[in-house]
């Protein structure tokens, strides 16, 4: 996959991204410590973060500080499960927003999220935009 960061899609995306996110706060929940922090550098989100984590449980200690309005998550997780964080953080706040980005592109984990309280799920394989299973607004 080639990324083309100067190319007018990246910027109007980027642009989006700045818009939807202006005054919005988020965290993020990625298993993948990499993934974790390149997700973390990009402007829009950068400023949006109450905390940036790999793990279930920093998640929720998080999550006792401060609601976001939005929760990003893998499923896997370093340690811990994303579909249950969700679960866990819906319980405390119905009105928080819970993005997961799935590894395992199978019906019944989608399913699962779903019935955990996800508001959308993305395939992490399909990141060219046709990969999201349902949305919601900020």
């Known amino acids: 996959m080639l990324l083309a960061l100067s190319s007018s899609e990246f910027e109007h995306a980027y642009e989006e991204g700045e818009q939807l996110l202006r005054g919005v706060t988020t965290l993020a929940c990625l298993g993948d410590p990499l993934a974790l922090s390149a997700f973390s550098l ?19 200690e ?32 119905n009105k928080l927003i819970c993005l997961l980005f799935v590894r395992r592109e199978k019906e019944d984990v989608v399913e699962e999220a779903m019935d955990a309280g996800a508001d959308g799920c993305m395939f992490v394989s399909s990141l060219d935009g046709m990969g999201i299973v349902t949305s919601c607004e900020l």
């Open 42 to 60: 990009v402007p829009p989100l950068r400023r949006s973060l109450i905390g940036a984590c790999t793990k279930q449980s920093e998640a929720m």
């Open 62 to 93: 998080l999550l006792d500080r401060e609601v976001p309005r939005v929760l990003f998550t893998s499923e896997p997780l370093e340690q811990g499960y994303g579909i249950d964080l969700i679960r866990n953080a819906k319980s405390r706040s």
